[in-house]
């Protein structure tokens, strides 16, 4: 995750610093030409008038705006809060509405993740029925009849389980419903919002995704046509594309997930190949461990005859002392290589295991087998 990131840090640096200069440039442009036009305007009282401007902009006060603190307003913002969007237009500038966002955003975020995870579940569980009828029909359409192997007592929910649909397919048919709510909503957003179709498409990935930079931002004009139908419409479709987008992201990390084991699996095929192709003998597995009896007998003799000096505060050397714990060093070596092997057993050549919240909705919805 930190190579994505620094990758990430170093492509969006080069895409962006030139045109941050350039329009750092043209603003200090702009500012010069101002004052070279007025230069009887006092210094510090333009910085101040711009400071000023600055913060009215932010707190929504100038330009053709709405109010921001009306009830339809405040909605907006408590929607944001919840879904963790944020986008950064409205926020609490009293005391006593900041310190209420820091209790009622722990609620409101908890309570969004809790419907989140109940569609996440509730769509895997449509999706998994659509596909198992799919699955059905091609058995019906091959002469293969699954009804025989069903029991009239086990339910639909169990019968469901007898078979997982394929993460891949879960993932794409997530994936164009997340795009045909996108494109519904641009094309909703760009004539009314005086956006492009690709600023509007833009729009809906920061806001479905939660991300909400607030650099384009709905609903914030005077008026509106059909106002109340456009908010109406663009409430249903920020609550479809998050909870879309959301349950898109959760298999999609199950996909990475997979693709991770992947490569850890391989990672560990190309040690043991190393080791093998060294020939190294000194590794201590349960055969090496299973000695004749004889030689049991002769370590268990030293052993008793090593302690009896012992007992008899004799002075034994460093090699009695070693020969003497032999015995329970090997058996220390039998239990870890015996741990390690039911490790590698269950996590089948190692990876991510223990999945919670989303994730185990997932594993229990789409099966490990296909993870």
């Known amino acids: 995750m930190t190579a994505y990131m620094l990758a990430g840090a170093t492509v969006f640096m080069f895409l962006e610093r030139d045109n941050e200069v350039e329009e750092r440039k043209k603003y200090n442009d702009s500012l010069n030409l101002f004052r070279q036009k007025y230069p009887q305007i006092n210094e510090t ?11 009215a902009e932010s707190a929504g006060f100038i330009g053709n705006k709405r109010p921001r603190w009306d009830f339809s307003g405040a909605f907006y913002f408590v929607g944001t809060v919840v879904s963790t969007i944020g986008f950064g237009m409205t926020t609490p500038r009293t005391i006593g509405g900041k310190i209420l966002l820091i209790f009622y955003g722990f609620l409101g975020c908890a309570g969004a993740i809790l419907f989140f995870n109940l569609f996440l579940e509730r769509i895997i569980t449509f999706l998994a029925y659509i596909l198992r009828a799919i699955h059905e029909r091609k058995l019906r359409i091959k002469g293969i009849d699954n009804k025989d192997r069903r029991n009239s007592h086990i339910s639909d929910d169990e019968q469901l389980d007898t078979w997982k649909p394929s993460v891949y397919w879960v993932m794409l048919i997530l994936l164009l419903g997340a795009v045909v709510v996108a494109c519904c909503a641009s094309a909703m957003y760009y004539p009314v919002e005086d956006w492009t179709y690709f600023e509007a498409i ?9 991300i909400g930079f607030g650099d384009y931002v709905v609903s914030q004009k005077d008026d509106y046509e059909n106002k109340h139908f456009y908010r109406l ?16 992201f959760n298999v999609t990390s199950i996909v990475i997930k997979q693709f991770l084991n ?3 699996s391989k990672l560990n095929c190309h040690c043991r190949r190393r080791k093998r192709s060294r020939g190294r003998r000194n590794a201590i597995t349960p055969r090496h461990l299973n000695g004749s009896a004889r030689h049991k007998k002769s370590e268990k003799t030293d052993s008793d005859s090593d302690s009896d000096r012992r007992n008899s505060d004799e002075m034994i050397s460093m090699k009695d002392f070693l020969h003497t714990n032999k015995i329970s060093l090997a058996l220390m070596q039998k239990q870890l290589w015996e741990t390690a092997q039911r490790g590698q057993m ?3 050549g190692g990876g991510f295991q223990g999945p919670v919240g989303p994730m185990a909705i997932l594993d229990r919805k789409l099966g490990q087998e296909d993870v």
Request: aromatic content about 20%; charged content about 5%; overall charge negative.
């Open 262 to 264: 992947w490569m850890i």
């Open 346 to 348: 269950s996590s089948h």
């Open 202 to 210: 833009y729009f809906c990935f920061v806001t479905f995704a939660t």
């Open 45 to 55: 009282d333009l910085q101040i008038l711009l400071n000023a401007h600055t913060e």
């Open 233 to 248: 419409g663009n409430f249903i479709f920020i609550v479809l594309g998050c909870c879309c987008i959301y349950s898109l």
